[in-house]
């Protein structure tokens, strides 16, 4: 009989596929670009900052943006601009290393639960379920109250808090893939738990923990900068866009500048942001629709 | 003799624009005419283009479809050219569409009632009193019990054969002048379907309605269809009457398609068509059909032939026509385990009083309702021995338990009762995780559905070294050579290494599952309605692979499957189950011949043939049971041949009525 | 379908159950005590210390104070605040009155026009109103809520001087005093809510859309409007039960940024207040409250999705 030989597309890596279908949507092209650009600003400001953003001048204090100070003063008689473009390195160094530990204690929980299965699973799930119920900010706030405002506190708090939600994501996941066949077929087989959990769980779920890590990083920066804003998450002098709205709020009035600068930056990082998550999930093939029940 | 042609379409090509920018063609230049009261069929596969000719018949086409030229006309009006609220009235009306999932088709928040009271209120012109009573006339015509009741059910409360039937009487109540159905049987058992059947072949007669009838089963078609119009690749490549198409076709891939399809009458394995259907969008030069066909040449590579008329009244598209009747006909015998070299009379598997049970008890059920009875084991009182070398066939239907206790053998289910022994002596243990590498290595399973059983993630290559390396410790170089030459074993080359599944077709997906199951070197081959999800034209194939790895390696196969004529095609052996308990065992020969037993005789009988003149038999309802009863014969509720109070209240003896054919049965052996 | 009722409503119950131990249990874990985490502040002395812990009857074991504690939120008692003297439940009733009336405001408002949004936008998919609407509504999500309202108030009540930007009425003052205050934080929620609920049913709208029971009541000739109104709707909707839940969950207890940004006296604000001051048996019952609503919420919305399911309400009595 003859051997089947009708044409194949070519492999090639899938990660490079991916890729390039991400940045042949618009949505994708403009979110990475957003999301590219914070990143090297977050990099490169300290060195392009036309003035230390800590240095204080009362004579400058709420001055109008003028070819010098671009941006204008703050109420300390700080450079707004400079403080702008630094104003996003705490931000994501918090979360651009909460963010990967969140999806992984989460997912590697979720997982598990989803392995489980039976009475336990469904335990834990309550005690998952009955954590979700509690404010997150209050969850938070009484932690960062307790043990102060610094790095090495927001980042495990913030991890911690956000790979709850990820616990369900994974776990829902995992429930699709075991339900497979292919899985049963490598139970079948007789390879141990681990294994199939390696080669077979994973790879599968990864998509679904990658979207949803995208999504964990806006929702996490848009908390960090609420707590900034609230007074709980960076402390004075360090510039953060959060803090900065909130402090240059009481001006409103007669002073916007202080305002818009860190306004615009923060809302395109998010922005950029979302829309490359979303860009992800359609490249991925992913429908995160939430299913009507029929 | 001509008729005025009621449903006319005339050069019709439709396709869509892929992302690349390629304009891909579902259907090319398909010209279809059936006149008030014909039935034609349209016979095709995955790509043929049949779903979307017939919607496009009432006008219809999917998001993302265009017509690229043609017309498409019902008794004179077309459709292509109406506007909205005018193709409004005749589609549900005057043409109506069957569809082919009706549980999904149906809206799953409306009762049965309202949508059809919704029917009759767009189509018919009878005042809104007279509704409900139409809506019982309706379902009554359609043979549904208890037709008052239905009317407040909602559809997932139904059986798929019910379901079925509501989406009949909702086509029905427009008075309909012509119907059009989309694979209406698809999915439906045995039994189911041959009832379904026979009322739509009814409806037709009696209505004089024009009908075209969408599938890939030929033997649906047979029952039904006067003309038969085979569809490949986008186009009509043969139309003729029934008997013609049927029985004498004239072309390649009709002959190939009617060779491969095993019969009940059959004792060898049917013949294999090489390849599989073209995908829409592959680049096709000359005649579709011609990398596939036996009696290809250069011309039929290069020009694309045209659909021309023969004497006998049919219409065929090939240069070949003539020639057909040098297509190959005979075919293998399957090998027999009489014919194999090593033959003992060893157990390879002992099945021993095995009860397994889905349903888990209700905890909070049980505390608040003390006294529900716990449900009936879905499978009881299984034992059966299987020799070294043998195939043999579970049949049933759906409910039957066959996939059950196939995931029992592997491991994947404990049994509630009884045990399953390996080699006469060794037991099983239930769980997988507990058994022995050996053992483990010894079965190996084969799943239905291809595009499920592979891990998407992985390439062949990774596919294959997963069990390479368990039960060998293989790597590198050797595992390298030893999954080539288990892809060759499966006729597949060796570039198919680095491919993911989402770049193979069903057929190629399928082969690679064996190609794994194979590379353990096993014993026993667990297949689970491995040509279920196939293709029709590719399914003759895999079980020829089947066959040849058995005649190499002497493998043991328990072979799964709904399709009797399958199952008798490569099984040695065959088991009847009905409701997870059996009912008769013995040679396939055996089994296929009377004595039956009562369940035996009506799914053969029900089986339908690609053959117009034969009629399936319907001797039992199509009550489709849930669970089974909690003692005496399983069958005690439908059996047209049921004795009397001691079915339903004793298991019934198994007799042997001739060496090694068991019938369990209260009937004396004589009188069956 | 009882038995279901039942099963979810001692889930309900077991969750709240839940909850309680792992407040109290959180709280205790905490260095120290109430009284220390208060007075920490202040460096206060031993005796001021005692003080308090009799006040607050800290000295016995934590299972009683427990029991007791829970027992009392049962009936409405929720015992003192950490300076001994003040009810909370007089304080956190006013609070509470307050986060209703904004969360009824924002949700007549924000719920039936993001139902609206969401069914337009998934009729009309890739068309004007879709673009438009679904570009606004990744703004009104992704941009965090002090930062919109904080422009809000900068256009409309700097700017334009149409509304006041700041929340002055006291805490206990009947709702009518509210108004027109209240005004800018309830658009400022509603856009937010819209956002979200707007996206989900929209999805959902679309999916309904190319599901087969709608090309088949199309192909029997339904026309378009009653088709979408008999057949796909009733579908799509079916999701948006649990998200307006969640959503009138958040309202209740995570708007805590628009408070403080509005100086809404509602429970928001007093949690903040609270944590800062470190009142933790306010804290306490606050957190108890906020995630009991939750609960129940969720619990109305699965029983009401059970009950609109046809799927889910006849599971059992199929013949």
């Given at each position: 009989m003859a051997v089947i030989t009708h044409d194949s597309t070519a492999s090639g890596s899938r990660a490079i596929g991916v890729f390039k279908d991400l940045v042949s949507r618009p949505s994708g092209a403009i979110g990475l670009f957003l999301v590219i650009f914070h990143i090297v600003l977050a990099l490169v400001s300290p060195f392009i900052a036309p003035f230390d953003y800590k240095l204080q001048n009362s004579a400058l204090m709420l001055s109008q943006p003028d070819a010098v100070h671009w941006l204008g003063a703050d109420h300390l008689g700080r450079d707004v601009f400079s403080r702008t473009l630094m104003g996003g390195r705490e931000a994501l160094l918090v979360t651009g290393v909460a963010t990967p530990l969140a999806v992984i204690w989460g997912g590697f929980v979720g997982i598990l639960f989803g392995l489980v299965g039976g009475r336990l699973d469904e335990v834990l799930m309550r005690v998952v379920d009955a954590f979700l119920s509690l404010p997150w900010i209050l969850k938070m706030l009484v932690l960062i109250v307790t043990f102060g405002t610094g790095v090495e506190v927001l980042i495990p708090t913030l991890a911690f808090f956000y790979g709850i939600p990820v616990i369900r994501i994974a776990r829902a996941a995992t429930h699709d893939v075991i339900a497979r066949d292919f899985v049963w077929a490598a139970k079948a087989r007789g390879h141990g738990r681990i294994s199939i959990i390696w080669r077979e769980l994973l790879p599968n779920v990864l998509d679904t923990l990658m979207v949803e890590g995208a999504m964990r990083w806006s929702w996490m920066l848009l908390a960090f900068s609420s707590l900034s804003f609230l007074g709980f998450g960076v402390s004075p002098p360090t510039p953060d866009w959060g803090l900065m709205i909130s402090d240059a709020r009481g001006f409103m009035s007669f002073a916007p500048w202080g305002v818009i600068g860190p306004v615009i930056a923060l809302s395109s990082l998010i922005i950029g942001i979302n829309l490359t998550a979303d860009a992800l999930a359609k490249a991925l093939g992913i429908d995160r629709a939430q299913k009507a029940p029929m | 003799m001509s008729k005025h042609p009621f449903i006319s379409v005339k050069s019709l090509s439709v396709g869509y624009d892929s992302r690349s920018g390629k304009t891909i063609q579902v259907l090319r230049n398909v010209s279809l005419e059936i006149s008030r009261g014909e039935s034609i069929g349209l016979v095709g596969e995955s790509g043929s283009g049949k779903s979307t000719l017939a919607l496009a018949a009432m006008g219809y086409f999917k998001r993302g479809l265009r017509v690229l030229q043609g017309s498409a006309h019902f008794d004179g009006i077309d459709m292509l050219a109406l506007e909205r609220d005018e193709l409004q009235k005749i589609r549900g009306g005057r043409l109506a569409l069957i569809p082919q999932n009706s549980g999904q088709s149906?809206?799953?928040?409306?009762r049965i009632g309202q949508q059809l009271t919704e029917a009759l209120r767009l189509h018919s012109d009878m005042a809104s009193a007279q509704f409900s009573d139409r809506v019982v006339e309706l379902l009554t015509q359609v043979r549904l019990p208890d037709p008052a009741a239905l009317v407040?059910?909602?559809?997932?409360?139904?059986?798929g054969g019910q379901q079925q039937r509501v989406a009949i009487a909702m086509a029905l109540a427009g008075e309909p002048d012509a119907l059009l159905l989309d694979e209406p049987t698809t999915g439906l058992d045995v039994t189911t379907q041959a009832h379904i059947l026979e009322l739509l072949r009814d409806l037709a007669r009696e209505r004089n309605m024009a009908m075209l009838y969408v599938s890939h089963d030929l033997g649906a078609i047979s029952r039904v269809c006067d003309r038969v119009a085979v569809m490949y690749a986008g186009e009509i490549v043969l139309t003729g009457s029934a008997r013609q198409v049927l029985l004498t076709p004239c072309h390649p891939y009709a002959h190939g398609l009617l060779t491969s399809i095993p019969r009940l009458n059959q004792t060898s394995l049917p013949v294999a068509l090489d390849g599989r259907p073209p995908m829409p969008g592959e680049a096709i030069s000359g005649c579709a059909f011609a990398e596939r066909c036996p009696l290809a040449d250069d011309k039929c590579r290069s020009k694309s032939p045209d659909l021309l008329p023969v004497t006998t009244g049919e219409t065929v598209r090939c240069f070949k026509r003539d020639m057909i009747a040098e297509m190959p006909v005979s075919s293998r015998k399957p090998s027999r385990k009489?014919?194999?070299?090593?033959?003992?009379?060893?157990?390879?598997l002992g099945l021993e009083h095995l009860a397994i049970s889905y349903t888990k008890k209700d905890w909070l059920a049980s505390l608040l309702f003390p006294g529900t009875p716990v449900p009936p084991a879905t499978v009881d009182g299984i034992s059966i021995t299987i020799e070294k070398g043998e195939t043999l066939g579970l049949v049933g239907e759906s409910g039957s338990g066959k996939s059950t206790i196939l995931k029992a053998i592997a491991g994947l289910i404990s049994p509630k009762e009884g045990q399953i022994k390996l080699h006469d002596d060794k037991v099983l243990k239930p769980r997988v995780e507990d058994r022995t590498a050996v053992s483990l290595r010894q079965i190996q399973m084969i799943f239905q559905n291809p595009d499920d059983s592979?891990?998407?993630?992985?390439t062949v290559a990774q596919i294959l070294a997963q069990p390479l390396r368990l039960y060998f410790g293989l790597h590198g170089e050797i595992l390298r050579e030893a999954s080539v030459s288990l892809l060759e074993s499966v006729r597949l080359g060796a570039h198919y290494l680095d491919r993911l599944p989402s770049q193979l077709s069903g057929g190629e997906k399928q082969r690679v599952a064996i190609a794994r199951a194979f590379a353990a070197e096993p014993e026993i081959v667990l297949c689970d309605e491995v040509t279920s999800a196939l293709d029709v034209s590719v399914q003759a194939a895999v079980l020829d692979l089947l066959d040849e790895l058995k005649t190499r390696q002497g493998t043991t196969y328990i072979f799964v499957s709904h399709d009797l004529a399958v199952v008798k095609a490569i099984s040695d052996r065959v088991a009847v189950l009905y409701q997870g308990r059996l009912c008769e065992i013995g040679p396939a020969d055996a089994v296929y011949k009377?004595?039956?037993?009562p369940y035996t005789e009506v799914l053969l009988g029900a089986v339908l043939q690609p053959d117009p003149d034969v009629a399936p038999t319907l001797s039992a309802d199509d009550v489709v049971e849930f669970f089974p009863p909690a003692c005496g014969c399983p069958f005690q509720r439908r059996c047209p041949r049921k004795l009397g109070r001691i079915c339903d209240s004793e298991t019934p003896p198994s007799r042997e009525i001739a060496p090694g054919h068991y019938i369990n049965c209260h009937i004396p052996a004589r009188d069956l | 379908m009882l038995l279901m009722l039942i099963r979810r409503l001692l889930l309900g119950l077991v969750t709240v159950c839940l909850v309680s131990l792992i407040i109290f249990a959180g709280v205790e874990i905490l260095p120290g005590d109430a009284c220390t985490q208060f007075l920490g502040e202040y460096q206060a002395d031993d005796e001021l210390l005692a003080q308090c812990q009799k006040d607050l009857d800290l000295n016995r074991p934590a299972f009683d104070r427990f029991s007791e504690w829970a027992g009392g939120a049962v009936t409405g008692e929720l015992g003192l605040a950490v300076d001994g003297k003040t009810k909370i439940s007089t304080i956190v009733g006013d609070r509470l009155q307050n986060s209703l009336l904004l969360a009824l405001c924002a949700m007549s408002i924000g719920v039936p026009l993001a139902l609206l949004l969401g069914v337009i936008t998934g009729l009309w998919r890739d068309r004007m109103p879709d673009l438009i609407a679904s570009t606004l509504a990744i703004f009104a999500m992704t941009i965090p809520e002090f930062v919109s309202a904080t422009l809000l108030i900068l256009v409309f009540s700097i700017w334009l001087g149409w509304l006041p930007g700041i929340v002055l009425t006291s805490?206990?003052?009947?709702?009518?005093?509210?108004f027109p205050e209240i005004l800018l934080p309830v658009i400022v929620l509603s856009m937010v809510m819209c956002a979200h609920i707007m996206r989900m049913v929209r999805s959902s709208v679309i999916e309904v859309m190319a599901s087969d029971y709608v090309q088949m009541a199309t192909l029997k000739g339904v026309p378009y409007w009653p088709m979408v109104f008999r057949h796909a709707l009733p579908n799509a909707l079916l999701p948006a039960i649990n998200v307006v839940a969640l959503t009138i969950a958040w309202l209740l207890g995570g708007v805590v940024v628009i408070e403080v940004v509005f100086n809404y006296p509602g429970l928001g604000r007093l949690m903040i207040d609270s944590i800062s001051d470190r009142d933790l048996p306010v804290v306490q019952s606050i957190a108890l409250i906020v995630a009991s609503i939750y609960v129940c919420v969720n619990l109305a919305a699965d029983l009401l999705t059970m009950l609109a399911n046809p799927k889910l309400r006849t599971m059992y009595t199929r013949k």
């Open positions: - | 149906l809206t799953p928040t409306m407040s059910r909602y559809p997932h409360e139904l059986s009489d014919d194999l070299d090593n033959r003992t009379s060893d157990s390879a592979l891990n998407p993630r992985h009377a004595p039956f037993h | 805490a206990s003052a009947p709702a009518a005093e509210f």
